[in-house]
T-cell receptor, first 112, second 112 residues
Framework: QQQVKQSPQSLIVQKGGISIINCAYE??????FPWYQQFPGKGPALLIA?????SEKKEGRFTISFNKSAKQFSLHIMDSQPGDSATYFC???????????FGAGTTVTVRA | KAGVTQTPRYLIKTRGQQVTLSCSPI?????VSWYQQTPGQGLQFLFE???????NKGNFPGRFSGRQFSNSRSEMNVSTLELGDSALYLC???????????FGSGTRLTVV
């Protein structure tokens, strides 16, 4: 049972465009929501994370938007570059035991 | 500072054999988690060790086991390998679970 639902499964965006990935969760015990970026042959790398008391967090071209009442959060990649082509995973961590649950992943392809 | 180191990077085993994978966490990190990554199932949580004790366990059969040593290094063992165990096995470490997890590059296990 997927505790974190992620969409879309894949997306293609032109260079300079905006990539948007959405995630939804049900468990109100989650208290930390990271996004990971994974390139082929590598492990996931932490990209940006947010806690539920904040509605938005921006780091460079990457922004997380968080809607606590809707139990949804999303990643926006602004000015997408070919080097951003990777698989992105959202995740949620339980507050009582710190266990991370991952979304199914979104493969982003940025066309030059 | 050195990252999370997983060895070996690649393994080919025969069905029915057993395998041991190793993970050296970032210095000072006491929590080590293991994940199985496959194209069909995504990132699935296996177990987490903190200070040599298993703190969390995922929904995997008993053929999957792990342990953590006093220096925080961790091993996972899979006995009686099945073809379906072919996957990328990822290890992630964190200080105590309250901050972000850092992943290793994984061990690619192929069962033939």
């Amino acid at each position: 049972q997927q505790q974190v639902k992620q969409s879309p499964q894949s997306l293609i965006v032109q260079k300079g465009g905006i990539s948007i990935i959405n995630c939804a969760y049900e468990n109100t015990a989650f208290d930390y929501f990271p996004w990971y970026q994974q390139f082929p042959g590598k492990g996931p790398a932490l990209l940006i994370a947010i806690r539920p008391d904040v509605s938005e967090k921006k780091e460079g071209r990457f922004t997380i938007s968080f809607n606590k009442s809707a139990k949804q959060f999303s990643l926006h990649i602004m000015d997408s570059q070919p080097g951003d082509s990777a698989t992105y995973f959202c995740a949620a961590r339980r507050s009582n035991d710190y266990k991370l649950s991952f979304g199914a992943g979104t493969t982003v392809t940025v066309r030059a | 500072k050195a990252g999370v180191t997983q060895t070996p990077r690649y393994l080919i085993k025969t069905r029915g054999q057993q395998v041991t994978l190793s993970c050296s966490p970032i210095s000072g990190h006491r929590s080590v988690s293991w994940y199985q990554q496959t194209p069909g199932q995504g990132l699935q949580f296996l177990f987490e060790y903190f200070s040599e004790t298993q703190r969390n366990k995922g929904n995997f059969p008993g053929r999957f086991s792990g342990r953590q040593f006093s220096n925080s290094r961790s091993e996972m063992n899979v006995s009686t390998l099945e073809l379906g165990d072919s996957a990328l096995y990822l290890c992630a470490s964190t200080t105590n679970g309250q901050d972000g997890y850092t992943f290793g590059s994984g061990t690619r296990l192929t069962v033939v």
